[in-house]
């Protein structure tokens, strides 16, 4: 039994190899069990990948189903589809760059980045810093990494931190409503006196946990002992603030729950040895099924029945990370 595994009451694997979604097995065998099998590129040619990439558009973005043109734009609801089907693509089917519709997707979002780093639009005239930094996550994991662009919003998500080290929304920092906002032709600007928030500070970290060059940085360490300090307590601002939030997974991952924190302290290089870490892990731990899944209360991305299989993958992945497989018996 692997280490990580006897962390857990049931045995998750069979579960995950039977739930009936190829690209699930696929990457229990290659993530939890360390098996070199087909190449990632045998999931591309998926129906259901195969569905999503139908959608695109010749612009590379994807069109938003619906939308309030009096409040955004509709290019802008396209921005935020095209955010969710990349993120769908890369976590779920591990589309990379190599992939036409990969690199017309980033242009796309690349032609929304301003002078000043972040890509702009979805807020209006407003800072989107999670959506930014959300982007640049699903960028850096699809291989544009060292690309002008992404290194270009990373230095401003730098640039836009609080004075403690995290992020805050500025409008909220500001007390200025989303609706007025909306309004202004600037964005509004940071009031880095403000203390962060624990809802954005976790998204952003989750770009700074992805970038292999960015992993490892003071300030990813910094922003990481920030969101331990926060874990299963409300935010400093109302949006999702809430502690019942931390509770609230999604895959992939989207707001700041526990596991999508998790995630990114295993890859900056957090152990068991803070005691949030451990707590936060034996909470999880409680919580699985006979069947090895976990009773969390999954907000629904997409139509994918097999979420609980996803998830229950990614608190695997994460338990792995925090476990590391040094020996077997």
Request: glycine share 8%; charged share 25%; aromatic share 12%.
């Amino acid at each position: 039994m692997q280490k990580w595994r006897a962390q857990l009451k049931f045995d998750p694997l069979p579960m995950l190899m039977a739930s009936g979604n190829k690209a699930v097995a696929y990457f229990t065998r290659r993530d939890l069990l360390g098996e070199a099998g087909d190449p990632v590129e045998t999931l591309w040619c998926l129906p259901e990948a195969e569905k999503i990439l139908r959608r695109q558009q010749s612009d590379g973005s994807w069109k938003y189903p619906g939308g309030r043109e009096q409040v955004r734009r509709p290019e802008d609801y396209n921005q935020l589809e095209t955010f969710r089907n990349l993120g769908w693509l890369v976590e779920k089917y591990g589309f990379d760059r190599r992939h036409a519709a990969i690199r017309q997707a980033a242009d796309f979002l690349f032609s929304h980045q301003t002078e000043e780093g972040d890509i702009r639009g979805i807020m209006g005239t407003q800072y989107a810093t999670h959506y930014t930094a959300g982007m640049l996550e699903l960028l850096v994991k699809a291989g544009f990494a060292d690309d002008p662009e992404v290194e270009k919003g990373m230095q401003w998500l730098l640039m836009i931190r609080q004075d403690d080290g995290g992020w805050a929304f500025p409008l909220r920092a500001a007390n200025v409503s989303y609706a007025e906002a909306m309004k202004l032709a600037a964005p509004i600007q940071p009031l880095r006196s403000k203390p962060f928030s624990h809802l954005l500070t976790g998204v952003v970290l989750r770009a700074f946990a992805a970038h292999p060059r960015y992993r490892n940085s003071l300030e990813a360490v910094e922003a990481g002992k920030l969101l331990l300090s926060r874990f299963f307590k409300s935010d400093k601002y109302i949006d999702r603030g809430d502690k019942s939030y931390w509770q609230k997974v999604s895959f992939p991952f989207w707001f700041t729950d526990i596991l999508s924190a998790l995630d990114s302290l295993s890859l900056i290089g957090f152990t068991t040895a803070e005691a949030e870490i451990e707590t936060a892990l034996g909470w999880l731990g409680e919580l699985q099924r006979e069947d090895g899944s976990f009773q969390l209360e999954i907000l629904k991305t997409g139509s994918d029945g097999h979420l609980p299989a996803w998830v229950c993958l990614a608190v695997c992945r994460v338990f792995r990370r925090f476990y590391p497989c040094l020996n077997s018996i």
